[in-house]
């Protein structure tokens, strides 16, 4: 895969982001239960959403969430959603997702970011486990708090 690039979600690239493949069986993986449940609760002002080019294509996107004020310490710096386009899968995308919203988490001086997800084969926890993620509870619908802790 070419260099992959971050950039801010905007007008120009909404759409190719909303498009975005899916591999069968993963459309019941894209929102734990949890985070429909919080989804009411989330600050636009505290969103961070970002999509991965390579070259002009966007091949993934991530949301996530810096709130440190937020009552829910998973939600105070966590990735929101990671979706990466079906071709693009394996190649290092969600990684280079993952990674640039450690960076940014980092930046704002927070020394963890956490992820939920619903447990089941075929779902995400292999790939947050493969890129250093740690389960560290469990929310009250069931889905798995995962957390990576940042180096200084």
């Known amino acids: 895969m070419a260099e992959l690039r971050l950039e801010e979600l905007n007008a120009t690239n909404i759409v190719a982001a909303n498009n975005l493949s899916l591999k069968p069986g993963q459309e019941q993986f894209i929102a734990p239960v949890t985070y429909a449940a919080e989804s009411s609760v989330v600050n636009p002002a505290t969103a961070w959403q970002r999509v991965a080019l390579n070259g002009e294509k966007v091949v993934g996107f991530i949301h996530g969430n810096f709130d440190p004020e937020n009552v829910h310490e998973e939600f105070r710096a966590c990735i929101w959603r990671i979706n990466v386009d079906a071709e693009a899968q394996g190649k290092g995308v969600g990684r280079f997702l993952a990674h640039a919203l450690a960076e940014e988490a ?25 890129i250093g993620f740690r389960d560290v509870g469990e929310t009250q619908y069931g889905d798995v708090i995962g957390a990576l802790q940042l180096k200084g």
């Open 106 to 130: 980092k930046s704002r001086g927070f020394d963890r970011i956490t992820v939920l997800w619903e447990p089941g084969e075929g779902g995400p926890g292999e790939f947050f486990h493969r």
